[in-house]
């Protein structure tokens, strides 16, 4: 959690955060891994193969029209 | 800011442990696809973040709030996660203030055993190194 805290404070608008809203982000952010995963692993599975890609999480960005904001930002080194 | 790019990632640990309890069985969660995951992960917390400060702004407010993060959530068209997230909300609110005992003497008791076990595990480490 405090690895969350400090991603949130990076944010220069942030400036005092409560304890309930990095708790949120916190769970937040484990159920969207989750959904992204499960996203990812349907290509995956769709294509008959047994280990998630890159490519299938790409894939699940393209197709999840709200993940919009992921497109380009996995293209970091 | 002397930031490097890893201080902004989650812990990989963390990560891989949601996914493998988010996967079935059979499938396995390659290298790469992980990293991504856990960098789509920081980039929704900054996203959220963002949005939710904005919330702030619009009720006035410097501080952050939950509500501020779950109204986010809603505009960011992220609904399906609003109904636990509100049910975690009042459970972490409630448990706050269980925490704050009204009564004086239970908080000070409360926190004199706290003191006591840590010192108990301090003394048990010492008599074990002493033992080494």
Redesign the interface.
Known sequence: MS??K???R??P?????????V???T????????????E??KT??NTKR?????R???SA?DQV??LC??EG??E?Q | ?A?K?E?????NAS?QK??K????E?????K??RS??S????????????Q???EA?KSHR?????Q???NA?EE???E??LE??QE??KS??DS?KQGKNPKKKNASTDDVEMVEEIEDSAEENLEEEAAD
């Open positions: 690895r969350i400090t991603i949130m990076s944010d608008d942030c400036n005092i955060i409560s304890q309930d809203a708790y949120l982000v769970k937040a952010t484990e159920m969207f891994i989750e959904f992204l995963g499960k990812a692993a995956t599975i047994k280990t998630v890609m890159k299938d999480v790409d960005i029209s709200h904001f992921l930002a996995l970091w | 800011m930031e790019l201080d902004l990632n989650l812990p990560v949601i996914i309890d988010a996967l079935p059979s499938v396995n969660i390659g790469d696809a991504a995951l960098r789509a992960a920081s980039v929704f917390v900054l996203y959220v973040t963002s939710a400060s904005k702004q410097k501080t952050l709030m939950g501020d993060v779950l959530l960011l068209e992220f399906e996660f636990p997230l975690l909300h972490f609110q706050k």
